[in-house]
């Protein structure tokens, strides 16, 4: 019975690895909880992409879905913005980022990337000008 628990735990663990470093479609994820309408944040993330010469408008869906491609030192990264209303006057945006490039690299280097301070958690390679 010992024996075939351990074996269940070493393929969950496998399986987990093997989705996370090879499998999972997107590096990093970022979630974000904002106090405005839908409009405004798909006009915030254009008005930024135009603003940096860096970016480029890969493909709006739709009003809710904007893909992004941003040039950063030797790294191209995907940024996929997904955007839900909560309600009239709350929206969530989960952004996707993605390192085509280095995606298995950044995916091995993540959990040493990230440091906890007494505010929680902050990442070391992200900054964000939205609010």
């Known amino acids: 019975m010992k024996n075939k628990i351990v074996y269940f735990v070493v393929f969950l663990l496998l399986g987990s690895l093997i989705w996370y470093l090879f499998i999972k479609p997107y590096d990093y994820s970022v979630s974000i909880t904002s106090k405005t309408f839908p409009g405004t944040i798909n006009q915030s993330i254009k008005v930024w992409g135009n603003t940096n010469r860096n970016t480029v408008l890969l493909q709006e869906k739709d009003f809710l879905n904007i893909d992004q491609q941003l040039k950063f030192n030797d790294s191209v990264f995907q940024y996929q913005w997904k955007i839900t209303p909560v309600n009239d006057s709350t ?24 440091r906890t301070s007494k505010n929680g958690p902050k990442v070391l390679f992200w900054t964000s000008t939205m609010h």
């Open 91 to 114: 929206t969530k945006i989960k952004v996707y980022i993605t390192d085509a490039d280095h995606s298995l690299g950044n995916r091995i280097k993540i959990p040493f990337w990230i």
